[in-house]
């Protein structure tokens, strides 16, 4: 019975949150039902796909956990696509500069000095794998290992930086535009890590008759708009 | 039979062992400080499992370690008024009164709530909780609750002491008159030796 | 502080208020039978029964959440039959939430209860019992009521801890505005967002409020508890 | 289980013990003298005493970690203090897990400390005193032995809690390996990834026995308490 | 003047009144249950601060309420035998002994050890705890606890009772002693005439 007048149910990846909330908005200006979010680290989310939790849409912060869903067959086949990306920056404290950081060994650790690199754990977390992946490919790693600071998500890693006990983070683009008052000291090269994608599709035990419609909305004009206006930039190559 | 008791019983390597058997409508067990008296009524109201023997009281057998019988104490119906009070801390006196008799079958009853607080002397007192009571009225709400269960038999642990002349006096008749009249077995340890020659039909000596 | 914002915060305090309670209300008889038998009884299994009374307050909470995911989870052992048998669903729901709680606030419920009935004089039982009262008589009019204060510590703390739940609780029953989006899930959404900051504080007033009201009540409570002849003593 | 994942999990462990013990430790005097206060006196600012105490039990930990980088910070109000007067910094160190998980034991503690203060007969202090005691010699030979039975559950308790605490110690202490990355830390890791679950049943394990090994210390003793005249009755 | 009392104080709508002055070596407080007596004792050893009134044992001022005089239980030096023995439940009986001992100045003590388990016979009780004590070795062992703090003087609620004849006598002698050598003032309660009559020098009734 709730299911008439309830949206299909969206699992989204914490760092989606505002972006979704604007999203459902749009879809229910279109006169459907309200899509119900919950928003947690995507690994939960996706454990909870793994146990059947009752939902209908999964959209991750990690292509891992996206890959893992769909070799255990848990996904409905077809509907997997990128909905977003988005870019890693570094991001510097207040009055710790503005200028512009090269990275280039010895410029970062020059930078950095004595003071902490916060970024997301970089061995669990997506953004702390990109930006770890990014610092490798840059020669950078090695010397800064030591003065990183792994956080629980990327929002604890700018918070680090918001209080000044780190002294530069490594954020996604669409972090630090929510906070202005700390400069963008560079920005990593695309290639310098795995494309950074937001992989959405309809989960396999999905019944909802509106899945499939707000999968397709997702990756729509109008959510891309909406997506970029939060800081995501428009997936590469548009596929479904 | 009023009481037919034989038991042993050992805390480490103090022994204890009685053997009690006694027509008397009251009988006294004396003995010095620590010759087990309040071991043998914590046995009989079924609180403390002897190592063995044998406890029948007016005829009913209430324990017996050879067949295995071991009676739970709210079966064997014991008016057990304790050496310390040991009243229900959260309850008032009315209320400490009050729990034995409602747990009673009315028709066992053989003296009424008001009977009980009239002559020991406790009207005043029924809305006091027990931390706010004195020593002697600790004990005589002690025995106004044991009295109100409507027990088979009493035991009291040194009923009288701890009071002044004319309350004990009071009280004493009022063993008097369970003696005499309604024919309650009555087992009183006590130290005094008037009050034992008064009462006591027979004396057990426990050392 | 806008109005719309306002009625949302007040769905938020409800659904934390109605999933602490009833967390609390499912742990009191539970936690204090686990209390009872921790401190009256000696039996072979009680160091396991404690350890796995234990067990969601060493495990970090996000672990508790996946077991219960695995055990209450639609495909889980439990959950599966409570769906087959009952239709009953606990992911994504707010009873989830609550089950969740209840879990995290049993091992300090249990404690508490514990504590205050070591602390029960046993002799009183026994009296109790002379005066006619079974096994279980004596226990409800002279225990249970000597362990009051240890009933209401139980209740205060886990009352407190479950309005602080979130790492289970996000892991099991997720974190769905209006159905399991409690106070500190809220919280946690909050500091997700840009400039969240704000709601976030103003969130965790209300959930310092609300503690502040349960000890209110709770010592008051006491207090009137140790008026009654100081026996909490 | 390879040899070199058995090295780094024994480092885990060995800094999770760490980190546990110097916290119960640091908070066992604390939370007594709080539990005292609260048991045995009445004042006016008792109830906020009693709310910042079991805020850390409300509070979703994320939050109370975020509290401690303002406060204990090197920009916070205590941190800058610390680091200028004595050159401590707490954050992103071993020390500030310590502090993180001793801030969140401390509600539990000052709860089972305050339960059995209050179970205390004063009547002993006054017997004491008039034996020569004075108020201070008389708390330490009557109401501190005569209230361990809460100083055993608070011990407990609070190594379990630091055992399993999360939240603000990652918040506030940071995820580093070897430094502050303690069990619960390392299993959260673990989590993030698909097929981490071999190493996280692996390191929950090892918090469970971690756990069970306190609790039977904790029995022991308290057996042997007990033993000493039931006295814990 | 070995006390001199004079006290008002209240529980609720029950008032205690007194006025003793009392130069008898052994003074005792007589009065039926509930009169006051033990409210009396703690107020002189400094447990209960009376509404009003003033306190003095062998010419030391312990409490006026005109004044602001209120010395702490610990400055009083009473040797107070509770009724109720209020023994420390987690210490062994040497240990519940030795307590007052240990913090009384060496040279203020007027009786050993020794002598005090020697004469309440408490010698086989030595290692135990108060919990598997029986009443009267609880009684007698709450006595030696107070004699063995070096006491100014002595505060006895009904300290002979629940104890055998025996027991009691030697006590009673005891008793004697102290008052007669020792000459340290003795406030007795007791509820039993021929005690009174043996010990007292001086008999006071409150009622
Ligand atoms: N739980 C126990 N553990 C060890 N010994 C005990 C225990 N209870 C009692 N005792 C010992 O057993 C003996 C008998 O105790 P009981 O209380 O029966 O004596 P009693 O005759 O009632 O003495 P009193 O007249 O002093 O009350 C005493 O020596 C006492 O110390
Ligand atoms: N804390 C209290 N609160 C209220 N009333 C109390 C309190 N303590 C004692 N009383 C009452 O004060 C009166 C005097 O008590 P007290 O203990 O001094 O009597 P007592 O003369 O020693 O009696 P007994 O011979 O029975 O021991 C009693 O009526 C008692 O109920
Ligand atoms: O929830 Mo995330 O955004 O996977 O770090
Ligand atoms: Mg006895
Ligand atoms: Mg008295």
Redesign the interface.
């Given at each position: 019975a709730e299911e008439d007048t309830q949206g299909p149910v969206v699992l989204a990846a914490a760092s989606m949150q505002q972006a979704m909330d604007d999203v459902g908005a749009a879809w229910v200006a279109q006169g459907h039902a309200a899509p119900v979010v919950s928003t947690a680290a995507s690994s939960a989310l996706a454990r909870q796909i793994e146990q059947g939790a009752p939902a209908d849409l999964f959209i991750s912060a990690d292509e891992k956990w996206m890959d893992h869903l769909q070799r255990t067959g848990l996904l409905r086949t077809g509907t997997r696509g990128n909905i977003a990306g988005n870019v890693l920056v570094l991001i510097g404290r207040k009055n710790g500069g503005t200028s512009a950081i090269e990275l280039v060994p010895g410029a970062l650790k020059a930078a950095l000095a004595d003071g902490r690199l916060s970024m997301a754990e970089p061995g669990s977390v997506p953004a702390g794998r990109y930006g770890k992946a990014a610092l490798e490919a840059l020669g950078l790693w090695a010397e800064v290992a030591p003065q990183i600071t792994p956080a629980e998500n990327v929002r604890a890693a700018l918070a680090l930086v918001q209080r000044g006990e780190a002294s530069l983070g490594i954020v996604y683009a669409s972090d630090a535009r929510t906070t202005p008052d700390l400069p963008v000291r560079a920005a990593f090269p695309q290639t310098s890590h795995t494309p950074i994608l937001y992989p959405a599709a309809i989960i396999g035990a999905s019944s909802h008759p509106d899945a499939a419609a707000f999968r397709a909305f997702l990756s729509g004009p109008e959510a891309a708009a909406i997506l970029a206006r939060h800081g995501f930039t428009p997936v590469p190559s548009s596929q479904p | 039979m009023s009481f037919d008791v034989h038991l042993n019983h050992a805390?480490g390597d103090r022994h204890i062992a009685l053997r009690l058997q006694s027509d008397a409508r009251l009988t006294a067990l004396?003995?010095?400080?620590?010759a087990g008296?309040?071991t043998v009524l914590n046995a009989i109201?079924?609180?403390l499992r002897p190592y063995s023997g044998r406890i029948a009281v007016n005829g009913q057998l209430l324990f017996d370690s050879a067949t295995g019988v071991n009676q739970?104490?709210?079966a064997?119906?014991?008016?057990?008024a304790?050496?310390?009070g040991?009243l229900?801390?959260?309850m008032?006196v009315a209320a400490n009164l009050a729990?034995?008799e409602r747990?009673?079958p009315s028709a066992d009853r053989w003296i009424s709530n008001a009977e009980v607080i009239d002559l020991l002397g406790i009207d005043h007192l029924l809305t006091?909780?027990?931390?706010?009571?004195?020593?002697?009225?600790v004990?005589?709400v002690a025995i106004g609750?044991?009295l109100l269960?409507?027990p088979r038999f009493l035991l009291l642990?040194?009923p009288l002491?701890?009071?002044?002349?004319?309350?004990?006096e009071e009280i004493a008749r009022l063993i008097e008159r369970i003696r005499d009249q309604l024919a309650i077995p009555i087992l009183l340890v006590s130290?005094d030796?008037a009050e034992v020659t008064r009462l006591a039909g027979e004396v057990v000596t426990l050392v | 502080m806008n109005s719309a914002l306002g009625a949302s915060e007040w769905a938020i305090v409800v659904l934390s208020l109605k999933v602490s309670l009833v967390a609390v209300m499912l742990v009191l008889p539970v936690a204090y039978a686990l209390g009872w038998l921790l401190a009256r009884r000696r039996f072979p299994g009680m160091l396991l029964l404690d350890g796995l009374v234990n067990l969601p307050l060493v495990l970090p909470p996000v672990v508790t959440g996946w077991l219960l995911l695995l055990l209450f989870g639609r495909n889980g052992a439990i959950g599966g039959w409570l769906e087959n048998q009952f239709g009953v669903v606990l992911v994504f729901r707010w009873t989830g939430a609550a089950l969740a709680a209840a879990v995290m606030a049993l091992p300090l419920m249990v404690r508490a209860m514990r504590l205050s009935i070591e602390a029960v004089d046993r002799r009183l039982v026994g009296a109790a019992r002379t005066l006619g009262a079974s096994r279980w008589y004596a226990f409800r009019t002279i225990t249970l009521p000597l362990s009051a204060p240890g009933i209401l510590a139980a209740a205060v703390l886990g009352f407190a801890r479950s309005l602080g739940e979130f790492g289970a609780t996000v892991t099991f029953a997720s974190n769905i505005a209006g159905e399991t989006r409690t106070l500190p899930l809220a919280i946690y959404t909050g500091l997700q967002a840009p400039g969240g900051e704000a709601l976030v504080t103003r969130l965790a007033i209300i959930s310092v409020v609300l503690s502040l009201g349960a000890l209110l009540a709770s010592e008051l409570l006491a207090r009137r508890m140790m008026g009654r002849g100081g026996h909490v003593l």
């Open positions: - | 805390f004396v003995g010095p400080s620590g008296k309040t109201a079924g609180l739970p104490p709210e064997r119906r014991a008016g057990y304790f050496q310390d040991r229900f801390p959260h008032r729990y034995g747990l009673a006091r909780f027990p931390a706010h009571l004195s020593g002697g009225e004990r005589r609750r044991a269960s409507a642990d040194e002491s701890s009071l002044d002349a004319a309350r004990a130290h030796h | -």
